[in-house]
């Protein structure tokens, strides 16, 4: 036996990676599963380029609890080590590592999600033990040694007479940490973790069959082959969706589509992206994109990695390449991590290229389902908006699908003004502002259905970007306004007349929140009706969907467009007194009505009035 003192310049690490790591304390098993899976992976490699005539057979890593005796064992069947080979990767490597690791990054580890993920290796052991012995035996034909280190910088080598190949670690838990010894938290952690791992990992056994065929099989925890590592001309339609919901068992609904990745060069990423139904509440999703690291979970927060628009997006991504062990704000400036971003915004691009292309009739039917991610995308990337004209979408009310181009191809005859700009018209709610694409459409235009939340955003940039291009909503102002022609309507009223009427409207109808606005339309187009302008609504509407307060807090006004050429506009100028202000507040609750705006008391009042009047 020999014992010693690992040559470390911090006189006591243990503590420090205790208290470093203490909220994330419960990686220590996926390090040592990981370097279990690497010490098979290694002795695999050896085999097959011949370096070793050793049986590889078909190794397993195993999780054992003993309760008893406060133990914890993590056995591979790997390459092992040899009593050197202990020597220099645990007493002097993994030390060094570990000291090094906490040497650098201590000061920037506070503001990082990341950090504690990778790095410490072996180490994290100490986080919950307060022993730890191995017993490992190499393939090369040397005989088997016990090390045991308690947590001080000294440690014992022994001889053992382990005869199979392979690495025992003994986690002697620590009074502090016995939930590890719990069955129920080990397969919590090992199905977080390990789910997907490359090596088989048992975790006790379980029974299979049924009646007299009934069998005790290894209870396996993982799939060693998670369909993100084969090739996507291997996997069906059916191997995505089976994998997605193996990936997130507690979600019932299906995928509407996937993007397979996969790319060696310049950096090495796989993965599987997938688009869902998004709810209309987003704080449900809970399942998020994994990250991976050789197969090893890492994180779901791959906020910096994934373009913010598709973290919406569910599935894995795979990459060697993304730095772990560094804070979040270092990732987000790393060259490598920003190419990583733009490959998949161009991938995912790609993809709903394809898909428009190969069946516009399905996509058609999936847009009301991704439109928020692709409309989000189109304004947060730039990389993604100028992919996006050829498969981003404008219904319209009649459900007629257009892309930008087909849909200023279709308006251009009726739906230019005389400046020669195209207006596209367009309603944030089919039942609400029902009455407005009535007349627009009794005008033979289009109406397009744009309802996100963000939409307001996305047309100020459209507008911005095509020239002669202007989008309006339906009830930002009676129809000829909104798309004027040259011809003029004549007034029933003279000057003098509309004058008047003017002036009583604005005695009576409340002037803080309504503009009066006399127009000669259609003898029965409404009489009155309540439109708010454009501009304003769209600047309230970007304050509300997040775009800074630039303007001020605006209050609620509107237009109320009268009909001079309507009967009741005669009406109201045949009137006086009582009649006529009755008249009047008839008429603008009705418009009121139509625009969704009567609430409340006024509503309650307006009901019970007309109740009376059909007495
Ligand atoms: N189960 C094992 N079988 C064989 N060798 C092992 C085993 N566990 C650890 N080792 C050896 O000890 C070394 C140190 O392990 P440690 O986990 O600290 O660092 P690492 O695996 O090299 O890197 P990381 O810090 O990313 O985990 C490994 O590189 C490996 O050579």
Not at 72 to 80: A, E, K, M, S, V
Not at 195 to 208: H, L, Q
Request: net charge negative; hydrophobic share 35%; aromatic share 10%.
């Amino acid at each position: 036996m020999t014992s010693g003192k690992i040559n470390v310049t911090v006189e006591n690490i243990f503590p420090l990676i205790k208290k470093f790591l203490y909220s994330d304390h419960e990686i220590f098993l996926r390090e040592l599963v990981s370097n279990a899976t690497d010490a098979t992976l290694k002795l695999k490699h050896l085999c097959s380029i011949g370096e070793t005539n050793v049986e590889f057979g078909n190794p397993k890593i195993e999780v054992r609890i003993d309760k008893e005796n406060k133990k914890l064992h993590i056995i591979d069947q790997g390459l092992g080590m040899t009593a050197d080979e202990v020597e220099k990767y645990i007493n002097q490597v993994a030390f060094s590592g570990a000291e090094e690791f906490l040497e650098k990054y201590k000061d920037s580890a506070k503001d990082s999600g990341i950090i504690g993920h990778f790095g410490l290796g072996f180490y994290s052991a100490f986080m919950v033990a307060d022993k730890v012995e191995i017993i490992t035996k190499s393939y090369k034909d040397e005989p088997a040694v016990h090390w045991t280190c308690d947590g001080s910088p000294e440690f014992t080598l022994e001889k053992a007479d382990k005869t199979d190949r392979g690495t025992e670690i003994i986690l002697n838990i620590a009074e502090d940490s016995l939930e590890f010894l719990e069955e129920y938290k080990i397969n919590e952690l090992l199905t977080k973790y390990n789910k997907f791992m490359p090596v088989p990992i048992k975790f006790g056994t379980k029974t299979e069959g049924e009646g007299d065929d009934k069998v005790e099989v290894d209870n396996i925890i993982n799939n060693p082959n998670p369909a993100w590592t084969k090739q996507p001309s291997e996997l069906t339609d059916e191997d995505y969706k089976k994998f997605y919901h193996e990936l997130y068992p507690m979600q019932f609904e299906e995928p509407l589509f996937n993007i397979h990745l996969n790319v060696d060069y310049p950096f090495n990423l796989t993965g599987i992206l997938y688009f869902p139904k998004l709810s209309a509440d987003l704080q449900l999703q809970k399942d998020k994109i994994q990250l991976y690291q050789n197969q090893v979970f890492v994180t779901d927060n791959v906020e910096g990695i994934v373009p913010e628009f598709l973290t919406m997006l569910k599935g894995v991504i795979d990459s060697p390449d993304i730095p772990l062990n560094v804070s979040r704000s270092y990732l987000q400036a790393d060259g490598n991590v920003k190419k990583i971003s733009n490959y998949i915004t161009r991938k995912v691009a790609d993809k709903l290229k394809s898909l428009f292309n190969e069946n516009r009739e399905d996509f058609e039917q999936k847009w009301n389902d991704i439109k928020m991610v692709l409309e989000y995308g189109m304004l947060s990337e730039p990389k993604f908006y100028e992919k996006a004209g050829s498969f981003v979408l404008y219904p319209t009310t009649d459900d007629k699908f257009y892309t930008l181009e087909e849909l200023k191809e279709a308006l251009k005859d009726k739906q230019t003004d005389k400046d020669g700009k195209l207006v596209v018209l367009y309603t944030s709610n089919k039942e609400a502002q029902h009455s407005y694409i009535e007349q627009a459409k009794a005008k033979g235009y289009e109406v397009v259905l744009l309802d996100s939340p963000i939409v307001s955003h996305l047309i100020q940039k459209l507008e911005m970007d095509n020239e002669n291009l202007t989008f309006a909503r339906v009830d930002a102002d009676f129809i000829d306004n909104l798309i004027k022609k040259d011809d003029n309507t004549i007034s029933k009223l003279s000057e003098e007349e509309q004058t008047k009427l003017k002036e009583t409207l604005e005695n009576i109808v409340p002037k803080q929140t309504y503009t009066i606005q006399t127009e000669a339309l259609d003898s029965n187009a409404a009489p009155f009706m309540i439109t708010q302008p454009e501009f304003m609504r769209r600047m309230k509407e970007m304050q509300a969907a997040g775009g800074g307060n630039m303007f001020g807090n605006f209050p609620e006004m509107y237009n109320l467009v009268v009909n001079t050429n309507s009967e009741l506009a005669t009406s109201i100028l045949q009137t006086e007194g009582e009649k006529q202000t009755a008249l009047i507040n008839q008429a603008l609750d009705l418009a009121k009505l139509s625009q969704g705006l009567l609430k409340g008391e006024a509503l309650t009042a307006f009901i019970k009035r007309n109740f009376e009047n059909i007495k």
